[in-house]
């Protein structure tokens, strides 16, 4: 009698767990599901005001996916923004650990302060930047380039990690260190044999967001670059499948649906990494 009523109490406990999360995951799944439902979609059944949105009625095409790969410079974009999320993310990761390490630990005046203001830079509105920023890319003769990308991502980049790292180093004990140093050990040397493969996760954490921010970017990508095979995924795919008032339904989905693909597969891969890089920061930071 007792072993039915604790069985009886787990599943009620299950329900009401599962009863909380199905709101968030229908709301955080439906925008996929909506997107790859669509891509497969022939362009009668989408244009039909009589057909169900949310399922197929008149069979699986793959016509979307062949106008993009065949008609489109698609696999240019993914290129490009693969270049430039790569090459924005380690720059910037460099660069943070390098800040976020001083700020932790070295002891110089100002260094509170200069922390401070490093998070206030990350509050700032990368919307508001583009214009100095445009006018920085062409002094450096890099309009409607790549590498313009590159150069500009980390001014929004640096401050969020360096925030996120500084937080990390402070979670290592400091006695790990003063061994170290103790034993001979120059300051660099501490740094890149005792810090770093302890900071592992909170380094793979502001990985996985500035890769992230860097794929996902669209103001930037979109008034930097005008030359279609130096787009990036994001932007190329809402640019050249909107014409006019002409829309490409299937062949926007199936794009949205492929471009979201390396960020899921990253995620997968590291998502117990980035929630401990992630909350470790949160408190120490």
């Known amino acids: 009698m007792a072993s039915a009523q604790s069985r009886g109490a787990k599943l009620r406990a299950a329900a009401f767990t599962y009863a909380n999360l199905a709101p968030f995951v229908f709301f955080a799944l439906f925008p996929f599901y909506f997107m ?128 996120l790292l500084m937080g990390y180093f402070r979670t290592i004990p400091r006695e790990v260190e003063e061994c170290a140093l103790v034993d001979g050990a120059t300051r660099m040397q501490t740094l890149v044999r005792i810090v770093l493969p302890m900071a592992v996760p909170g380094i793979i954490c502001a990985l996985l967001f500035s890769f992230t921010l860097c794929w996902n970017e669209f103001t930037y990508a979109l008034t930097f670059i005008s030359q279609s095979a130096n787009k990036t995924a994001v932007v190329g795919v809402t640019a050249d499948l909107i014409r006019g008032d002409i829309y490409y339904w299937g062949s926007l989905m199936a794009g949205a649906v492929l471009a979201s693909v390396p960020v899921v597969i990253v995620y997968v891969l590291f998502l117990d990494y980035y929630v401990s890089g992630l909350t470790a920061g949160a408190v120490k930071g």
């Open 36 to 163: 790859f439902v669509t891509s497969f979609k022939s362009n009668a059944e989408l244009y039909n005001l009589k057909s169900v949105p949310f399922w197929i009625q008149t069979g699986v095409i793959m016509d979307h996916y062949t106008f993009l790969f065949r008609k489109t410079d698609f696999l240019v974009w993914v290129r490009n923004s693969l270049i430039i999320s790569l090459v924005a993310t380690g720059v910037s990761i460099v660069l943070s650990i390098f800040a976020g390490y001083s700020l932790a630990r070295l002891r110089f005046r100002g260094a509170g302060s200069f922390g401070t203001a490093v998070f206030i830079t990350y509050l700032v509105p990368p919307t508001l930047l583009f214009l100095p920023l445009s006018q920085v890319v062409s002094w450096l003769g890099l309009s409607d380039s790549i590498v313009a990308l590159m150069v500009t991502y980390p001014t929004f980049l640096v401050p969020f990690c360096t925030w």
